[in-house]
């Protein structure tokens, strides 16, 4: 079984920072990919940023030039977040996607990241 641990929510200004960090506990896989979601209010799950084993990033649209996300092992992974604008404001949750040995996707309990205007 996989826990994720996520850290550094918080109350942020428009144009502000905040830095969000996940740890994983439990076996992992050479080929998990790690990444981050969020979920505003009465809207549906949204992919922030993806990194995969091999080196490879996804970023949404919305965020890219603005947030980084990085990946220091096989068991962590940060997501830097600049510029944060209002519509940034969500629950954002760690994620592993396992495509083997069998399809299986673990979540956080995620962390709650505010901007005012």
């Known amino acids: 079984q996989v826990q994720l641990v996520e850290s550094g929510g918080g109350f942020v200004e428009a144009g502000g920072s905040l830095k969000l960090s996940c740890v994983a506990s439990?076996?992992?896989?050479?080929?998990?990919?790690m990444g981050w979601y969020r979920q505003a209010p009465e809207k549906q799950r949204e992919l922030v940023a993806i990194?995969?084993?091999?080196?490879?990033t996804t970023y949404a649209d919305s965020v890219k030039g603005r947030f980084t996300i990085s990946r220091d092992n096989a068991r962590n992974t940060n997501l830097q977040m600049n510029s944060l604008r209002p519509e940034d404001t969500a629950v954002y949750y760690c994620?592993?996607?396992?495509?083997?040995?069998?399809?299986?996707?673990?979540w956080g309990q995620g962390t709650q990241v505010t901007v005012s205007s």
């Open positions: 990194f995969t084993r091999s080196g490879t």
């Open positions: 994620n592993i996607l396992r495509v083997w040995p069998v399809r299986r996707e673990y």
């Open positions: 439990g076996n992992m896989f050479s080929s998990d990919t």
